[in-house]
């Protein structure tokens, strides 16, 4: 079982930047795809960014193109999304996904996830 723990939420103003982090205890997660997603109150959950399980594949949401980068450091085992340029429509939930079987912008292709970080920006 792998239990990933997200850190580095907070509240910030808009145009600025946040860092979160993301690794997994239990195990390594070094042959696993990883994505994070966002789920703003009384919206559904959305794919943000994923990153393949080498690191040299990655995909982001139209919203946060530009603005976002997801990295791993697999010495670490820690995977990140540096925030830049942070807007309002940016408040949400983030939550840090592992898939066993490749890099995916869809829910359903994670096994495993975290409990979430809560991201606030103000205007």
């Known amino acids: 079982q792998v239990h990933l723990v997200e850190s580095g939420g907070g509240m910030v103003q808009a145009g600025g930047s946040l860092r979160l982090s993301c690794a997994p205890s239990?195990?390594?997660?070094?042959?696993?795809?990883m994505g994070w997603f966002r789920q703003a109150p009384g919206k559904e959950r959305e794919f943000v960014a994923t990153i393949s399980w080498s690191g040299s594949s990655t995909l982001y949401a139209d919203s946060v193109k530009g603005r976002f980068i997801i990295s791993r450091d697999s010495a670490k085992n820690t995977v990140y999304l540096q925030m830049n340029s942070l807007k309002p429509e940016d408040t949400a939930t983030y939550y840090c996904a592992a898939s066993r079987r490749g890099s995916f912008s869809r829910l359903s292709g994670y096994d495993y996830w975290g409990q979430g970080t809560q991201v606030t920006v103000s205007s």
């Open positions: 239990g195990r390594t997660f070094s042959r696993y795809g």
